[in-house]
């Protein structure tokens, strides 16, 4: 997916997200304390995060399968890793040096 950047905060698709609702997702995904590992009849094993804001406290949201326990917690300490690079990004491009 491709994400453009405009003055007004960033838009996929050509249409406004609400930057506001994107920090809150991200600032909750960032905790690993709202992630858990399932181990499915096939013996992967599945990590899910919690869905944020739902009445019943029992969706959990998948994200990746992984044939190791290891691998999977890996692969959410990866995932959160991209998220708190997503999050630093939302207030636009950081700038990495100037001219005068």
Request: charge should be negative.
């Amino acid at each position: 997916m491709t994400y453009f950047y405009t003055s007004g905060g960033y838009q996929k698709g050509g249409t406004e997200t609400n930057t506001e609702d994107t920090k809150e997702f991200l600032e909750y995904v960032t905790q690993k304390k709202h992630w858990r590992i399932t181990q499915l009849a096939n013996g992967f094993y599945q990590a899910e995060y919690q869905k944020k804001g739902t009445i019943d406290e029992n969706v959990w949201i998948d994200i990746t399968r992984r044939e190791t326990l290891e691998g999977c917690e890996k692969a959410i300490d990866k995932t959160i890793e991209h998220y708190k690079t997503k999050l630093e990004f939302l207030d636009g491009p950081k700038v990495v040096k100037t001219f005068s």
